[in-house]
C-alpha cells in the first residue's frame, strides 16, 4: 500500500513562489509527479519524475517548474516561480507503482491573486 500526503499549497501574488512537498511511504514506486485541477479546466499533468531521475512537464509550466525528489525522504517536491493567476488551482500528488496502480493525495490549495 502507498500513502501520498502533499503540503505547501497557499495564496501568493502573481510573480511569486511556492514549493510543494509531497510524502509518498509504503511501497517503492515508479513514478510520481503532480497534477493539477481548476474550476476551468480538467485534471492535468503538470510534472512528473521517474525513479531513474527522468522528468516530464507540461508547456505551461516548462522553465518555471521544477520537479524533484529526495528518495531518503520519500517526498517529491514541485519548486513553482514566476506563478500566474492561471496557475490556480488544487494540485495532486500521485504515485504509480511497479504494479501499475495510481495513489493521489488529498489535494493542496495554490492560489495566485493579488
Known amino acids: 500500500q502507498v500513502r501520498v500526503v502533499e503540503s505547501g499549497g497557499g495564496l501568493v501574488q502573481p510573480g511569486g513562489s511556492l514549493r510543494l512537498s509531497c510524502l509518498i511511504s509504503?511501497?517503492?514506486?515508479?513514478?510520481m509527479g503532480w497534477y493539477r485541477q481548476s474550476t476551468e479546466k480538467q485534471r492535468e499533468l503538470v510534472a512528473r519524475?521517474?525513479?531513474?531521475?527522468?522528468?516530464t512537464y507540461a508547456e505551461s509550466v516548462k522553465g518555471r517548474f521544477t520537479i524533484s525528489s529526495d528518495s531518503a525522504k520519500k517526498t517529491v517536491y514541485l519548486q513553482m516561480n514566476s506563478l500566474k493567476p492561471e496557475d490556480t488551482a488544487v494540485y495532486y500528488c500521485?504515485?504509480?507503482?511497479?504494479?501499475?496502480?495510481?495513489?493521489w493525495g488529498q489535494g493542496t490549495q495554490v492560489t495566485v491573486s493579488s
Open positions: 519524475i521517474s525513479s531513474g531521475g527522468s522528468t
Open positions: 509504503g511501497s517503492i514506486v515508479s513514478v
Open positions: 500521485y504515485a504509480h507503482s511497479w504494479t501499475a496502480q495510481d495513489y
